[in-house]
T-cell receptor
Framework: GESVGLHLPTLSVQEGDNSIINCAYS??????FIWYKQESGKGPQFIID?????DKRQGQRVTVLLNKTVKHLSLQIAATQPGDSAVYFC???????????FGQGTTLQVKP | DGGITQSPKYLFRKEGQNVTLSCEQN?????MYWYRQDPGQGLRLIYY???????QKGDIAEGYSVSREKKESFPLTVTSAQKNPTAFYLC???????????????FGSGTQLSVL
């Protein structure tokens, strides 16, 4: 079956370091991917997205990399700040299903 | 400010009781969704609606019901048939662009439902 999963449940980084959060997906037909950030007790917030015709997309302090060969997605956060502490979810969808499938999430902890 | 409003923030349900969670959006989005989130888990789709007066079951619809009488509103009822209702419930909306119906979901702040 289809699944979207994250390699590590918790990632702890030092403030100012770069963070890399990974996500594996199993459906090779997936053509759109999104990263969400969820702070405690709040709804997820859109961070960045990427379509399957791209390998890399950059935002403000964030970069998403897509490797379709190994079905791997990563979110890179530059100069991690305490405000980046949250749970990060990747999600995938395919144009023929129209349903987002969410991974279980990675908790990012930023140490001062 | 445009956005999605969920209420209440916290809700308690007694045994055998039905409860309704409210979700309102003023983003003029066509599509609306309800997700359930359990501790340490991802989001699971309960119901979604792409247009007024129409909705479809998601992956875990049993024990839940919805209505979509207005574009702005998509209330979720947790019925007594849902034996394990304690969870964080998230409502979301998106622009229905046809091919990428679910892209860029905008989420509300959630409702925490607990059983007394």
């Amino acid at each position: 079956g289809e699944s979207v999963g994250l390699h590590l449940p918790t990632l702890s980084v030092q403030e100012g370091d770069n963070s890399i959060i990974n996500c594996a997906y199993s459906n090779s037909a997936s053509d759109y991917f999104i990263w969400y950030k969820q702070e405690s007790g709040k709804g997820p917030q859109f961070i960045i997205d990427i379509r399957s015709n791209m390998d890399k997309r950059q935002g403000q302090r964030v970069t998403v990399l897509l490797n379709k060969t190994v079905k791997h997605l990563s979110l890179q956060i530059a100069a991690t700040q305490p405000g980046d502490s949250a749970v990060y979810f990747c999600a995938e969808t395919t144009s023929n299903t129209g349903k987002l499938i969410f991974g279980q999430g990675t908790t990012l902890q930023v140490k001062p | 400010d445009g956005g999605i409003t969920q209420s209440p923030k916290y809700l308690f349900r007694k045994e055998g009781q039905n409860v309704t969670l409210s979700c309102e959006q003023n983003l003029n989005h066509d599509a609306m969704y309800w997700y359930r989130q359990d501790p340490g888990q991802g989001l699971r789709l309960i119901y979604y609606s792409q247009i007024v007066n129409d909705f479809q079951k998601g992956d875990i619809a049993e024990g839940y019901s919805v209505s979509r009488e207005k574009k702005e509103s998509f209330p979720l009822t947790v019925t007594s048939a849902q034996k394990n209702p304690t969870a964080f419930y998230l409502c979301a909306s998106s622009i229905d662009e046809g091919r990428y119906t679910n892209e860029k979901l905008f989420f509300g702040s959630g409702t925490q439902l607990s059983v007394l």
